[in-house]
């Protein structure tokens, strides 16, 4: 049992020192943040919330990634530390767009069902190019984790965006968008739970007993 633990330490410890690891961060910040600025001008223009929404989950997304850049060398419990941070983040992301389809509930307007599609569709092409770069290091610390959630939880959201496009145009109605918008705070804030208590309890691993302490 100690050996396999061992070989897993060892084992991420090179993925985070792998350049490929951190080659594929970068190209991931860029994409999020370039995607982040364009959905949310798309997402103001359309009176789309669920647009908003996963804007400010590609902002959260490349936060997240610039995190791991700047901890991919140091020590477990560093990583913990900075994957508890953005398991945070990623609730109070959650907890915003919640608000915010609570705010669209009671002062909506019918979005553009076109740019929800068309926006929605290039957003999705970007995130699904960016899960299945990731998708190697899925299985990794809860700091690799958290970036493979974000990725994953995205390409859903994006599916979720142009499904709701498509039932706003067939029933003229902007309830789809807020449903889409609530369905993406539900998972944001499950995702961030995930990472917090992963991270949490990598931390109370990593603290030094009674024994090792004295």
């Known amino acids: 049992?100690?050996?396999?633990?061992?070989?897993?330490?060892?084992?991420?410890?090179?993925?985070?020192?792998?350049?490929?690891?951190?080659?594929?961060l970068w190209i991931a910040l860029g994409l999020n943040a370039a995607m982040f600025a364009a959905e949310i001008v798309a997402g103001v223009m359309a009176h789309s919330r669920s647009l908003q929404?996963?804007?400010?989950?590609?902002?959260?997304?490349?936060?997240?990634?610039?995190?791991?850049?700047?901890?991919?060398?140091?020590t477990a419990q560093w990583r913990a530390r900075s994957a508890l941070v953005k398991g945070?983040?990623?609730?109070?992301?959650?907890?915003?767009?919640?608000?915010?389809a609570v705010w669209g509930v009671v002062h909506g307007a019918t979005p553009d069902p076109f740019a929800m599609g068309i926006v929605g569709f290039i957003a999705l092409l970007?995130?699904?190019s960016v899960a299945l770069m990731l998708y190697r290091y899925r299985t990794?610390?809860?700091?690799?984790?958290?970036?493979?959630?974000?990725?994953?939880?995205?390409?859903?959201?994006?599916?979720?965006?142009?499904?709701?496009?498509?039932?706003?145009?067939?029933?003229?109605?902007g309830l789809?968008?807020?449903?889409?918008?609530?369905?993406?705070?539900?998972?944001?804030?499950?995702g961030g739970w995930q990472i917090v208590r992963q991270s949490a309890d990598e931390l109370r691993a990593e603290r030094p007993g009674p024994a090792q302490s004295g």
Do not use: E, H
């Open 1 to 24: 049992m100690a050996d396999d633990c061992c070989a897993s330490a060892c084992g991420t410890q090179k993925t985070l020192n792998d350049p490929r690891w951190r080659r594929v």
């Open 53 to 74: 929404a996963d804007a400010l989950d590609f902002l959260g997304d490349a936060a997240n990634y610039a995190i791991s850049l700047g901890v991919a060398g140091l």
């Open 88 to 100: 945070v983040t990623i609730l109070l992301f959650g907890f915003g767009v919640l608000a915010s």
């Open 126 to 128: 970007v995130n699904l």
């Open 140 to 173: 990794g610390d809860a700091n690799m984790r958290s970036v493979w959630i974000c990725s994953r939880n995205d390409a859903i959201n994006n599916v979720l965006v142009i499904a709701a496009g498509m039932a706003v145009l067939w029933s003229g109605s």
């Open 176 to 190: 789809p968008d807020l449903l889409v918008a609530f369905v993406m705070a539900a998972l944001g804030i499950s």
